[in-house]
Structures are given as structure tokens and as C-alpha cells.
């Protein structure tokens, strides 16, 4: 498994911009399809977006489509999520989860929470209204 931590989570009101960053050691997470999920108060935990290795193909749900951009920097060992014009239903806790190979391979999984084997601790992004 690899160690991810997640941070840029904090309080914006709604308009506003946050980017969140994962960084990673034990391992590089080049070869490794990246996600981001959240957990809202009192809901499941959902997909949000998902990057794979080179050549960095992405996804997204259809409710961050347009508004989120997920990133990858291989030579910081770090993915990054983009968050533009926030809503109040943004408000969760965003989390970072790593899919090591051959998980992901088919990008039809990358929603599934059970593709990814390493999660970060999460980190809070509260959108005011």
C-alpha cells in the first residue's frame, strides 16, 4: 500500500476556489490510477474524479464536470484536484485513493470505491453560501 496525505481543504464561500493536493511516499504513483472521492455529512462516500497514469486520462462525475479539474505532477509524486466555482454541495470531506496495477485498468471501474487500495485520511472543504 502507499502512504497518501491529503491537504488545501479549509472554508470558501461559494464562487470561490480550492485546490487540494495528495502527495504520496513508500512508493511512485506513476503507474498508478489516482482518485479523489467525498463523503458528505450523512451520505455515502462518492466518486469525484480519477486520473490515470501516462498518458493521464481523466474522469469525472457529471456533478464536478466542467468546475473540477484533477492533475497529476509524477515527478512530486502528487495528484492535485482543481475545484472552481464551489458550491454549498461541495461541502464533504475529499479524499485521496491510489489504485495500484493491474486495479483500474478498465476505466469503467474508476468509480468504484473497491478499485482503489491505499486511501489518505481525508481532508474538510467547507462551501459557505
Same mark, same amino acid.
Given at each position: !500500500?502507499?502512504?497518501?496525505?491529503?491537504?488545501?481543504?479549509? @472554508?470558501?464561500? #461559494?464562487? &470561490?476556489?480550492?485546490?487540494?493536493?495528495?502527495?504520496?511516499?513508500?512508493?511512485?504513483?506513476? *503507474?498508478?490510477?489516482?482518485?479523489?472521492?467525498?463523503?458528505?455529512? &450523512?451520505?455515502?462516500?462518492?466518486?469525484?474524479? #480519477?486520473?490515470?497514469?501516462?498518458?493521464?486520462?481523466?474522469? *469525472? #462525475?457529471?456533478?464536478?464536470?466542467?468546475?473540477?479539474?484533477?492533475?497529476?505532477?509524477?515527478?512530486?509524486?502528487?495528484?492535485? @484536484? !482543481?475545484?472552481?466555482?464551489?458550491?454549498?454541495?461541495?461541502?464533504?470531506?475529499?479524499?485521496?485513493? #491510489?489504485? !495500484?496495477?493491474?486495479? &483500474?485498468?478498465?476505466?469503467?471501474?474508476?468509480?468504484?470505491?473497491?478499485?482503489?487500495?491505499?486511501?489518505?485520511?481525508?481532508? !474538510?472543504?467547507?462551501?459557505?453560501?
Amino acid at each position: !500500500q502507499v502512504h497518501l496525505v491529503e491537504s488545501g481543504g479549509g @472554508l470558501v464561500q #461559494a464562487g &470561490g476556489s480550492l485546490r487540494l493536493s495528495c502527495g504520496a511516499s513508500g512508493r511512485t504513483l506513476s *503507474y498508478y490510477v489516482m482518485g479523489w472521492f467525498r463523503q458528505a455529512p &450523512g451520505k455515502e462516500r462518492e466518486f469525484v474524479a #480519477a486520473i490515470s497514469g501516462s498518458p493521464g486520462n481523466t474522469d *469525472y #462525475a457529471a456533478s464536478v464536470k466542467g468546475r473540477f479539474t484533477i492533475s497529476r505532477d509524477n515527478a512530486k509524486n502528487t495528484v492535485y @484536484l !482543481q475545484m472552481n466555482s464551489l458550491k454549498p454541495e461541495d461541502t464533504a470531506v475529499y479524499y485521496c485513493a #491510489a489504485a !495500484q496495477p493491474p486495479r &483500474g485498468v478498465l476505466r469503467s471501474t474508476w468509480y468504484r470505491m473497491s478499485t482503489y487500495d491505499s486511501w489518505g485520511q481525508g481532508t !474538510q472543504v467547507t462551501v459557505s453560501s
